[in-house]
């Protein structure tokens, strides 16, 4: 694993990020296949978009205060 990706899951916990979120997160960024359909979460949707882009500019958006 890179230390991007390790930093960013760091981060993501420490903030205490939705699981959901980071589960998306997780998966984009490694470029896995999304979840089936019914499984599929707005948080996980949102983490697997910023993965995918390698962006870690919407976790505060996920964080629960």
């Known amino acids: 694993m890179n230390q991007f990706y390790y930093d960013a899951v760091t981060k993501m916990e ?9 589960q998306g997160w997780q998966c984009g960024f490694l470029q896995n296949p ?7 979460t ?7 978009t ?5 962006s870690t500019d ?3 958006k996920w964080a629960k205060a």
């Open 14 to 22: 420490q903030l205490g990020v939705d699981d959901e979120y980071i």
């Open 34 to 40: 999304k979840r089936e359909e019914q499984r599929l």
């Open 50 to 54: 910023d993965g995918e882009e390698k």
């Open 58 to 60: 919407n976790f505060s």
């Open 42 to 48: 707005e948080a996980y949707e949102a983490g697997y």
